[in-house]
């Protein structure tokens, strides 16, 4: 029997047009709880891919996160332009780069896992990590559909509402 997947991280109404034709036959990961919600309510069924990820897994999300926000801007190819009276502007960016990253990695070592888990030979994906999904898919050897165009994400303060 043919294992394929569909990953998903992006909710979007085609996955429930098309999924009583296409996607019967397809094991279907919410790599977040907003998907996991959505895909409840419209009763498909589904599974939640974070139940993959153990202890390990966690800590080096963590890790990794903690590591790229706290030493980005003291690469040296950045601090020449980062600096500014003594004070490096890249480290005012850590609280809100830090979930940044997370969400990130928290994507990515999820992807990598449950195509290292499942050894599909089939991967449909609708995340904001397309790319990197492919790369591990084409490293494997592994069909590829891409989607949805990979989203972008806001960082937390990149909107300010104020009310007058």
Request: with cysteine; hydrophobic share 40%.
């Amino acid at each position: 029997m043919q294992k394929f997947i569909l990953l998903v991280d992006t909710f979007d109404e085609n996955i429930s047009k098309v999924y009583s034709n296409s996607f019967q036959n397809y094991e279907i990961f919410s790599i977040n709880y907003s998907t996991h919600k959505q895909l409840l309510k419209k009763k498909i069924p589904h599974q939640i891919a974070e139940k993959l990820l153990d202890l390990n897994d966690r800590k080096k999300i963590d890790d990794y996160a903690i590591n790229a926000t706290i030493n980005w801007y003291n690469q040296n190819s950045f601090q020449k332009y980062l600096v500014y009276d003594s004070i490096n502007l890249g480290s005012l960016l850590e609280q809100e780069l830090f979930q940044y990253f997370v969400s990130i990695f928290y994507k990515a070592i999820i992807g990598k896992k449950i195509i290292d888990t499942i050894k599909p030979e089939k991967v449909i994906c609708y995340t904001e990590i397309n790319d990197f999904i492919k790369q591990i898919c084409d490293s494997k050897n592994i069909d590829i559909i891409l989607k949805q165009k990979s989203i972008s994400q806001a960082l937390a303060f990149d909107k300010i509402n104020i009310k007058y």
